[in-house]
């Protein structure tokens, strides 16, 4: 129930619970029946209104959950000197409507006590409105800062990829055209293929497996134009882990995480293998460790773990290394999962 509708409603509620409790025993005919019922009507409404103002007076003036001390004593310092002229406004009442037949300061009393039990019930009911109403506004303030801040960092983290990319890409493009100038040509054609898919998939938080297979299709044919056949890749995804999810440019990153720190000659060549398993997909490579690695920024696996970190799925992510195979098993998603929903 809404406030506006609990403005309506709550003075109906009020009137049924003090005639009930209250002036139902006064009723003995019609007559009574009246005065009980009229009674009744008339301290529930001006009790709910006066209240209603005096409680949206302390709202204006100490708003949010974390002034509630500071707005209920101000309800208390504002409410009570009201509660006592309203007191006196009722019992007037009583007196003219013939129920009392004349005043005396207990009658008075009485029904002072009585506001005071209207009171605290009124402001009780519309502070747990206005909490419950706070509470989830922070509550969803807070969410939204968060997906802010996650879309934000895995942004950050998709950045990385780029230039991290470009400079392992580079290095090899200088390294082919001293030496084989032909080959740079179409490793340089090639890049060009495989960067454009990097920037179209920018803006993505996440990508099918399919896109992601398509895509290290392209980087393969860049690698093998560098390697030849020193450098394999043998691909057996389950057709119904086509459109399940990935961050983008995980299985590119663990390819070039192989190649970097692994010997890749035709005496030692490299063979990468992408398989389905379960609900995961597995990127293992035979183990080749080089003596003198290529310069790293040690962003391949930390970027994997973040990014999976994000999602929650970090506790799925698994890496191992043994003496002969290294592996890492990726928690494939829902279809239709999100970033900011998971």
């Not at 690695?293 to 191992?320: A, C, M, Q, V």
Request: net charge neutral; proline share 3%.
């Amino acid at each position: 129930m809404s406030e506006n509708k609990l403005r309506i409603f709550g003075p109906l509620y009020l009137f049924i619970f003090l005639l009930i409790f209250f002036y139902g025993m006064f009723i003995k005919d019609i007559l009574t029946a009246v005065v009980g019922i009229s009674i009744s009507a008339f301290y529930a409404i001006l009790a709910w209104e006066t209240n209603f103002w005096v409680i949206y007076f302390a709202r204006n003036r100490k708003p949010g959950i974390s002034n509630t001390k500071q707005r209920l004593l101000l309800n208390l310092a504002t409410g009570l000197p009201v509660i006592l002229l309203v007191s006196l406004v009722d019992h007037w009442f009583t007196y003219q409507i013939g129920l009392y037949k004349s005043f005396k300061w207990y009658d008075y009393v009485f029904i002072a006590g009585l506001n005071i039990m209207c009171s605290l019930i009124i402001t009780g009911i519309y502070e747990g409105f206005y909490y419950v109403k706070n509470w989830r506004a922070v509550k969803q303030e807070a969410e939204e800062i968060k997906r802010i801040n996650l879309t934000n960092q895995f942004q950050l983290l998709k950045e990385q990829v780029k230039p991290h990319f470009l400079f392992n890409s580079l290095n090899t493009l200088i390294s082919l055209i001293s030496s084989e100038p032909q080959l740079a040509i179409k490793f340089t054609q090639e890049l060009s293929s495989v960067y454009r898919y990097l920037l179209r998939k920018n803006l993505s938080e996440l990508s099918t497996v399919k896109e992601e297979l398509e895509f290290i299709n392209l980087y393969v044919s860049m690698m093998q134009t560098r390697f030849g056949d020193a450098f394999t890749v043998i691909m057996e995804i389950n057709e119904n882990d086509m459109d399940r999810m990935l961050p983008p440019f995980v299985l590119q990153l663990l390819v070039e995480n192989a190649i970097k720190h692994n010997v890749v000659t035709r005496s030692k060549p490299l063979v990468i293998c992408i398989e389905s398993f379960g609900e995961n997909i597995i990127v293992s490579n035979n183990l080749q460790k080089r003596k003198q690695e290529e310069y790293s920024e040690k962003t391949g696996l930390l970027n994997l773990i973040e990014r999976y970190r994000l999602l929650k799925k970090d506790h799925l992510l698994e890496i191992s290394e043994g003496d002969n195979k290294f592996s890492v098993s990726l928690p494939l998603l829902g279809i239709t999962q999100n970033i900011l929903t998971e």
